[in-house]
């Protein structure tokens, strides 16, 4: 069996104390939200748009100012964060989509996809809902799964959820009002996903105007079934919870009331999208309203998450978490410039840079993280599956889970456990390791020493004093370059599927 080199170190292997009873083992709830940018909350510099209730979450717990996802567009980070590898080594290492040459099915008036979904998850490798269903955990998911296309090896029922309602395919995320969403439900009889038809969408055609008389929003129908399940929850028998929001992702697109109209109309300038309809884009004239609104709704829903839980009594013995999966997106009339203004780091979605990796990572959990704290811990998505086992008291998870099938059955990450709690001591890492093959981009990062690969090509950056990644050091600095293209190619392991030119 293969072991990482982090089971050397005793990661991931906080045992459950004899005071630390079966019924008070902690819950975990990790809300993923989807394209928000490092600088779109107000805790985080944000001056234009209100988060009161993500704000107040960050002064009750701790607020990371160098978080990182696992990659730096959607369906990659998901895999970063589900099985605790990097994308170096993970299966899914870009948004391979299974639905372009389907055949299609009839739902109202609407042509749709018969197949949907992106690239499966490898099911020899262990993910997050199934080492904490095999723990006693009921796991609920609820928003994107992005982890294998329907009926393929690697949906919600086959890989340790119990309760999923969402987007299977986050192509199909793109319409915030869908012809249909996916459900998995242990409580209702499913035998497997199926699709529940949006029945007050699909009378309406979606590439036309009718499309904007559709009244069933994803974003609140996916909010209302996650509040359901956390409605179920009781005390001693312990959850996780991993809602993996679309807002504020393009299309920008949502119910006009109170929260569009706060800033509708408001905006010293407006910005209107002519629509995208091959990537399911619709028009707006007001893009600028229409994002702000997107993140206060979601802050909205992340208040009424946080109310649930303490009206339960369940919020003492539960570790929060919001984060965002990848930097911001410039998609469907999103306008970073005009709301990040200060242009803080430099990037996108789908780029390597700073900007596109960076992301807000808030975590609260009353009694045991130290409220106000904000910490410049260095981390990233795939150091969550360890973090997460050691909350639960979950045991020597990388030797229990390990396939002995597999010649290497990498888990990277490091808990941030002594970190968030102050108990025992914060292992770093040597280095973190991204590539996406879509922009042909690879980074490494050491210490301040960040090197940015762009088809093969090195670039590096000292971040403690070129944040915004301006001055390429590169030629003033060949032994470092050097270095760091070594661990770049100590780190990446050739896939078929996803390739990207490795350092010249």
Known sequence: MTISKYALLGIGTLAVTASNAQDQRPNIIYIMCDDMGYADLGCYGQQYIATPNIDRMAEQGMRFTQAYSGSPVSAPARATFMTGQHTGHTHVRGNKEYWRNASTVKYGVNDEYSVVGQEPYDTAHVIIPEIFHDNGYNVGMFGKWAGGYEGSVSTPDKRGVDEYYGFICQFQAHMYYPNFLNRYSKKLGDEGVVRVEMTENTPYRMNNADYFKRTQYSADVIHQEALKWLDD?????????????TLPHAELIQPEDSILLAYKGHFCAEKSFGGDLPSRYHATDIAHAEFAAMITRLDAQVGQILDKLAEKGLDQNTLVIFTSDNGPHAEGGADQT?????????GLKRSTYEG?????????????????????QLFAFYDLMPTFCDVAGIENYVERYSNPRLENDYFDGISIYPTLTGEGEQVQHDHLYWEFHETNMMAVRKGNWKLVVQNG?????????DLHEDNDLASRYPNVVSELKQIILQEHVNSDLFQVTLPQ
């Open 338 to 346: 005009f709301f990040n203004c200060e242009q803080l780091l430099q």
């Open 457 to 465: 090509t090195c670039h590096l950056y000292d971040l403690a004093q």
């Open 233 to 245: 929850r009781k005390q001693g028998e312990p959850f996780i919870g991993i809602f993996t929001y």
């Open 356 to 376: 596109g990796i960076r992301i807000p990572f808030i975590a609260k959990w009353p009694g045991k993280i130290k409220p106000g704290t904000v910490s410049d």
